[in-house]
C-alpha cells in the first residue's frame, strides 16, 4: 500500500475487495512523516476500513498519533537491540509497558493487552512476565 501512487483509489479498491485493514505508514519512511495521509485515510474511509498506523510507533508518538489521526489502533514491534550474546533485535516489555501508560493517560482508561499481545509476551523467552499478575501490570 505504501508504494501505490493513489493510495485513495488504493483504499477505495481494498475496500470494494472486502479487505478489512490497511497496514501502512501514511506512504512515508515512519507515521509521523505520514501522520497527514494517515488522517486523510482515517477520515475518509475509517468508517469503512481499519486504517492501522505502523512503522516508527514508540511510546513517545502514541498519543500524538491517536490525537492527530483518530485511529484507535497501532502496529509496533516494540523492539530493541540486545547486546548480551551479540546484537540482536527483540520485543522489550518495557517499550510495550511505555506504550501503554501512555495511552492509558490519554484516554482516560485502563487498556489491556490482547490476548495475541499477552501470548507473544509470554513466549518470548527474553521476556518473561506474567501479564495477568497486578503487580505486572502497567
Known amino acids: 500500500f505504501d508504494e501505490t501512487p493513489d493510495p485513495f483509489q488504493a483504499a477505495e479498491t481494498l475496500i470494494n475487495l472486502g479487505v478489512q485493514r490497511i497496514l501502512t505508514s501514511g506512504q512515508k519512511a515512519d507515521v509521523i512523516a505520514g501522520i497527514d495521509l494517515l488522517t486523510k485515510l482515517q477520515d475518509a474511509y475509517g468508517s ?11 511510546a513517545d508518538n502514541i498519543v500524538a498519533l491517536l490525537d492527530t489521526t483518530g485511529c484507535m489502533q497501532f502496529h509496533m514491534s516494540a523492539k530493541e537491540t540486545r547486546n548480551d550474546s551479540g546484537s540482536y533485535p527483540a520485543v522489550s ?12 493517560a490519554a484516554l482516560h ?11 507473544m509476551l509470554r513466549n518470548d ?5 506474567d501479564w495477568n499478575d497486578e503487580d505486572e501490570r502497567p
Open 48 to 58: 469503512q476500513i481499519e486504517i492501522l498506523p505502523g512503522g516508527g510507533v514508540k
Open 93 to 104: 516489555a518495557d517499550n510495550i509497558r511505555k506504550v501503554l501508560v501512555n495511552l492509558q
Open 109 to 119: 482508561q485502563e487498556n489491556t493487552l490482547t490476548r495475541e499481545d499477552q501470548d
Open 125 to 129: 523467552s527474553f521476556e518473561n512476565i
